[in-house]
Every structure is written in C-alpha cells, then in structure tokens.
C-alpha cells in the first residue's frame, strides 16, 4: 500500500509539472516554421532562447553560433554582445540570444514597397563579405532574417551558416 501511495504522489506531482511546464513554453514560444528549434522569446529579459533535443536541431544551434561570431567579427564586433549564454551537450543544446531592437520587413509585400530595403540590405552584405568567390555563407539571406534600426541593418537566423562554402548570393 505505501509503494502505491508514493507512485500515486510521483504520477501526480509529474501531472502538476507538466501542466505548468508546457504553459510556461506556451506563454514564451515564437512561432516559427519548422527546424527541429523551439524559439522562446523573454521580453522582461530581453532575450530569445533557441533550444533543441533534435541531433538536427543541436547542429543548427551550433551554426547559429558560429554565423553570429563570424558575422560580427567581420564588422569588428564583440559576438559576446549578442550571444548571452551556449549549452551544448549530445542530448540538448541551447543559445540565449540578446534582443535586437528595430523592425523586419513583410517579404510578401510587393517588390515596390521592398525594393529600397532589398538595397541597403546588398550594400551592406557587399562591406562585410570577403572579396573572394567562394565564401561562408548564411544559408537562408530573405528579408525575413534581417533587421533594421535607424541605419543599421542586423542579419539574424545563421542556423545554415558554413553549411558549405559556396559562392556568395545567399
């Protein structure tokens, strides 16, 4: 009877747990299209979280991570000023990633209203790509992964980054 009563206490608090734990991921999931990566977004934080169990998923967090160093270091930024916190084991991985203030275009919209933004957008890829034909590459460049603010233009997403050296264009 007492092992019965413990089960029944251990069922019931995995009940409670899960309950809570899963509004807790409703209340902080973005949606966003299908990648293996859960996205949570902190706003009293600042901060997103990209987090897998998927050995895909844990692949592409890694990319994430080393698109942003790159792609910082090439405008001689500190990469520790977006990227807050990287866990990584074979079974989970995670990144905290620093807020970006501005705004993102709607893609879908008509090239008229997107065209001076696809501009500012290929002139800044051209200042901090390196010269030569092939290079790394952000893997998923649309609208959709950059943000602007005032003048400056933040490219976001790098989960396909270095997938493989390819030439320049995306």
Known sequence: ?????????IEIKNKILEKYF???????????HRNNIQLLHFPKKKFFRKISNNKDGIK????????????????????????LYFYKNKKISFIDLKEIKGFQIKSWKPLRYNFS?????FKHYKKFYPKSKKSNIHGD????NVI????????????FFGSRK????Y
């Open 60 to 83: 592409k967090i890694s990319s994430e991570k080393k698109g942003i160093e790159w792609y910082y270091k090439q405008q001689k930024i500190n990469s520790k000023s977006r990227i």
């Open 1 to 9: 009877i007492y092992i019965k009563r413990d089960k029944m206490k």
């Open 22 to 32: 899963f509004k807790f991921f409703d209340k902080y999931t973005v949606k966003t």
């Open 166 to 169: 390819n030439f320049k264009g």
């Open 117 to 121: 933004y696809l501009i500012k957008v």
């Open 148 to 159: 602007f603010h005032n003048n400056r233009i933040n490219i976001i997403d790098w989960e």
């Open 141 to 144: 460049l649309t609208l959709d």
